[in-house]
């Protein structure tokens, strides 16, 4: 990777947008990426203006990378005031906003975004929008490490100090 996308990265990570669980969501959205055990999990709310449904506000968790973190938080800045049809038409390099082209190892990392992005868009995962109102809501590391993701497993790691 280039200096100049990793000071850029670097730059997304320190002061990441848009973290955390957003409780009254409109929608979710969850992706995971077998190749790099990836997970990320994206929430939309939506508004009306001017007579459109539009995106107020997306919020994401992710585990991992500092790549998909970085387009995750762009991405959910950039697509505030979209309509959905409009988020949805957005290529996975326009996610990566500023960051701009990404190199080959790092496109699957945008992609996870895109991924998380679209199965909100499209209402994918209604039934865990309604459960997100309940005490029983799975959370991101719940779903990570539920028995449907079988190879899936989270180390915590222990600080040095
Ligand atoms: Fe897999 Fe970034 S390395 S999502």
Excluded at 10 to 29: F, L, V, Y
Excluded at 43 to 61: H, L, M, N, P, S
Excluded at 85 to 104: Q, R
Aim: hydrophobic residues 35%.
């Amino acid at each position: 990777m280039n200096e100049d996308l990793q000071q850029k990265i670097s730059d997304a990570m320190r002061d990441p947008k848009n973290i955390g669980e957003m409780p009254n969501a409109d929608a979710i959205g969850t992706v995971g990426n077998a190749e790099c055990g990836e997970m990320l999990r994206m929430w939309i709310k939506y508004k009306e203006q001017g007579g459109k449904k539009v995106i107020d506000r997306a919020t994401f968790q992710s585990f991992g990378c500092e790549t998909a973190i970085a387009v995750a938080s762009l991405a959910t800045e950039l697509i505030r005031g979209k309509t959905p049809e409009e988020a949805l038409a957005m290529k996975t390099e326009e996610l990566s906003g500023e960051l701009g082209p990404l190199p080959p190892m790092k496109i699957h990392c945008a992609e996870l975004v895109e991924g998380a992005l679209r199965a909100a868009l499209q209402g994918k995962e209604q039934s865990a929008v309604s459960r997100a109102a309940g005490p029983q809501s799975p959370s991101l590391l719940d779903k990570f490490s539920s028995p449907q993701n079988p190879g899936a497993k989270i180390i915590f790691l222990k600080e040095n100090k």
